[in-house]
């Protein structure tokens, strides 16, 4: 398969050039409205000499004093960064957090400025609150009006001052405009190029895994978390620089690593993960910064790490054997930070209806690759509409992913757990009583109809299906009424249903030429199966003018998506000469990967191969383990191969070839029942019992093979497992006889003095 290109080198420079002219100018803009910051400043113009930046300066000396500014924007930026982490925090909660920062310089200069005091006790700092607030609001937007906060904790820091804004009424006074204009800041941020251009170049991979996942996610501006194609290409960037992977580890392992964050990224992570209330993830990051030390600056007792992370764990009620991946991790952070922004909306309406909506219209647009891998995020995170896609991934093979029954199975058992319409609907599909398969449908059919009526083109086509199920040719127009729809939105399954509906339920030339067309779009869109019914169509002549070369052509694209039908029809076309000049070699590769791929037909094929030395080298040992693989698929021909050459060929084991012809016997099939029959008489493979031998002679002969009914003339005229019965043989030898069963006749002949007529 190939991968699309998401963006040139060149787009990328531009991309990137663009952005950082955009920061610059949005950081510039901002200084022009800092003259509310404490309510006391109308206006602010250009004078002479003096700059924007020292009036600010002077007016907000009166709440944060000139050189505590000083000392503040002279701090390296990580330093920065920790002691707004640690400004924001102590703003939220007052009480709590005192404990973690009151070593710390800034802090002590603060309490100096306020209280008149070198210390303070807590009751003194529940008492100051909004001074305190007043201080620290102040010194953040000092911070930010002489450019000495780092970008890369911009969306994080709006997250926070946004909430305090919505939560807090004092708060609203001190931080209205600041918070207006940080929001500007934030929307004209575009960072994704740049981002993703950093991952792929690897400057995250040589951190741990959760340093990197954590720095990244920090990253991710308004648009790129409003945009699920961004948020693709960035997760897909990380899986490719080694990132993140689907590897299960233990949680705690992975959160260990948080010890080791270098300075530089650690208050850009606290400040992110601040603002991201609600998270497991997000709280336990935040409590071990706060209660490890993690976050000091300049001096304290830091705490000795020991079994931290487990007690964190364990307060998030979280079971400490917890293994989870590192895809994971980053999917739980990406959700809480949707979560958080534009004021905790749902996260289903943010995250996964988009995300759900991107990956089904990658879908119908045969996007396969984007398609499946959102819709395996989301079933990930208990999505079951999108288990309803994956199994139809498994199940045929779209875009190249290889039909695997296992997987199909395991995602129709989750799609039975749902309350979604079409996570539960494959269900009834693989209910075998047939009874039980109409009453799920039944009670599954008024939900699904009121979904198709809102408009769901998968509904719409499922509802097709299921309505013949139930009533069959009552509601035939209703279902061509509803495929009709769902074609009209796209849907190529339904296309091709419809198409398959026209040929063999109409039969008018004006139905066979819409067949024909539907088959056509749906090939054109890239479904193999239509690919394949096209193929068939041109192969046949029937519906078209026959055109081998063009039936190869379709077959060859239907092979190539790693369906198993087109892989045969290929093969199939090599071997025979169909459009192409045969070539047993060319056969066999297509043989071999529908074979790889479960196709019984193509495994018998191939085994073949092995044992004529047909397109490849001879080998007994490869046929006999591919004719195994289609006798597990019950293949007659198979199972009869293996019990003749274990019984008489090969291999000589008689056990192995009364299995093998048990196996095939219990599928009706005849020849079978008499080899079964014989080896019961002759006490081959098993036991002598006469009784079970003329068991299956009996079951043979009721479906008419000659070799039974002689076998069981035998039993009759001797008392072999039946009662003697000198009719009942003379019946059996002349209904064998009358096959040209030459046996028969003569034990007729001689026995009874009797010929066929």
């Excluded at 400004?87 to 100096?112: F, G, H, P």
């Excluded at 992913?401 to 199975?409: A, C, I, K, Q």
């Excluded at 019914?533 to 239907?558: N, P, Q, T």
């Excluded at 219990?666 to 036991?687: F, R, S």
Aim: with cysteine; proline share 1%; glycine share 6%.
């Amino acid at each position: 398969m190939m991968k699309k290109t998401i963006f040139d080198t060149l787009d990328t420079i531009n991309k990137v050039a663009r952005t950082t002219s955009e920061v610059s100018n949005a950081i510039s803009s901002t200084a022009n409205a800092i003259n509310t910051i404490s309510g006391t400043i109308n206006n602010v113009k250009k004078n002479g000499e003096t700059s924007i930046v020292s009036q600010v300066v002077e007016t907000i000396q009166s709440i944060v004093p000139q050189p505590d500014v000083d000392y503040l924007a002279f701090q390296s930026k990580p330093k920065i960064n920790n002691i707004i982490a640690g400004m924001t925090s102590l703003i939220a909660d007052n009480n709590t957090k005192v404990k973690s920062i009151e070593s710390q310089v800034w802090y002590q200069r603060m309490i100096k400025t306020v209280l008149g005091s070198n210390k303070a006790t807590l009751n003194e700092i529940r008492q100051n609150h909004d001074n305190l607030n007043a201080y620290m609001a102040d010194a953040i937007s000092a911070l930010y009006q002489r450019n000495a906060i780092d970008q890369r904790i911009i969306m994080s820091l709006g997250n926070q001052i946004n909430e305090l804004y919505r939560e807090n009424n004092k708060m609203k006074q001190m931080i209205g405009a600041f918070a207006a204009k940080l929001n500007e800041k934030i929307e004209s941020i575009d960072n994704f190029h740049l981002l993703n251009a950093e991952i792929q170049q690897g400057m995250y991979s040589e951190l741990s895994s959760i340093e990197a996942v954590l720095l990244i996610v920090s990253q991710l501006d308004k648009r790129t978390l409003n945009d699920p194609r961004k948020l693709m290409i960035i997760q897909r960037s990380m899986v490719d620089a080694g990132i993140v992977n689907d590897q299960k580890q233990s949680l705690v392992e992975i959160l260990g690593d948080i010890q080791f964050i270098e300075e530089e990224n650690s208050g850009i992570i606290y400040m992110d993960q601040l603002a991201t209330k609600g998270n497991y993830v997000s709280d336990i990051v935040t409590s071990a910064f706060s209660t490890s030390g993690l976050m000091l600056v300049d001096g304290g007792e830091e705490v000795q790490y020991g079994d931290l992370i487990y007690e964190l764990i364990e307060e998030q009620s979280i079971d400490k054997n917890t293994l989870i991946s590192t895809k994971d991790l980053l999917q739980d952070l990406i959700e809480g930070k949707i979560n958080v922004m534009e004021g905790k909306a749902p996260i289903s309406s943010i995250q996964y209806g988009p995300l759900l909506q991107f990956a089904e219209n990658a879908f119908i647009e045969y996007r396969m690759e984007e398609a499946y891998n959102t819709f395996k995020s989301l079933a990930q995170h208990s999505i079951s509409r999108a288990t309803y896609f994956l199994g139809k991934f498994y199940n045929y093979s779209y875009g190249g992913f290889s039909v695997s029954e296992e997987e199909y199975n395991q995602h129709v058992k989750l799609g039975s757990y749902a309350n979604e319409i079409l996570g539960s609907i494959f269900y009834g599909f693989t209910i075998q009583d047939e009874k039980g398969k109409m009453e799920y449908f039944e009670s599954k059919f008024s939900e699904l109809e009121e979904a198709a009526e809102e408009g769901d083109v998968f509904a719409q086509h499922e509802l097709a299906l299921i309505s013949e199920i139930l009533y069959g040719e009552e509601t035939l127009e209703e279902q061509i009424y509803w495929l009709i729809e769902a074609s009209k939105n796209g849907n190529f399954e339904s296309m091709r249903e419809l198409g398959e509906l026209f040929v063999n339920r109409m039969g008018a030339k004006e139905d066979q030429d819409r067949a024909v067309e539907l088959f056509s779009q749906g090939a054109q869109i890239g479904d193999p199966i239509c690919q394949l019914r096209l193929g068939y169509i041109y192969l046949e002549g029937e519906l078209l003018e026959k055109d081998e070369a063009k039936a190869l052509y379709w077959f060859r694209l239907s092979a190539e998506q790693e369906n198993p039908d087109g892989q045969v029809m290929l093969a199939e076309c090599h071997r025979l000469g169909f459009g192409v000049t045969p070539n047993s070699s060319e056969a066999f590769t297509w043989y071999l990967k529908a074979a790889e791929n479960g196709n019984s037909y193509a495994q018998i094929r191939v085994a073949y191969s092995y044992e004529k030395g047909n397109g490849t080298k001879m080998s007994y040992a490869e046929a006999c383990k591919w004719y195994e693989k289609a006798a597990d698929q019950n293949e007659i021909d198979a199972l009869l191969w293996l019990g003749d050459n274990h019984s008489t060929g090969l291999f000589k084991d008689n056990k192995k070839a009364l299995v093998h012809y048990k196996k095939a016997a219990e599928l009706e099939n005849t020849y079978a029942m008499y080899k079964v029959g014989e080896m019961y008489m002759l006490g081959k493979g098993a036991k002598l019992d006469c009784f079970e031998a003329a068991k299956w002679f009996t079951k043979g002969s009721d479906l008419n093979d000659d070799y039974c009914q002689s076998w069981l003339a035998e039993c009759y005229y001797s008392g072999n497992g039946v009662q003697k019965n000198m009719e009942m043989s003379k019946k059996y030898y002349m209904m064998s006889a009358e096959q040209g069963n030459e046996f028969a006749m003569k034990m007729l002949k001689k026995r009874f003095g009797a010929t066929v007529k």
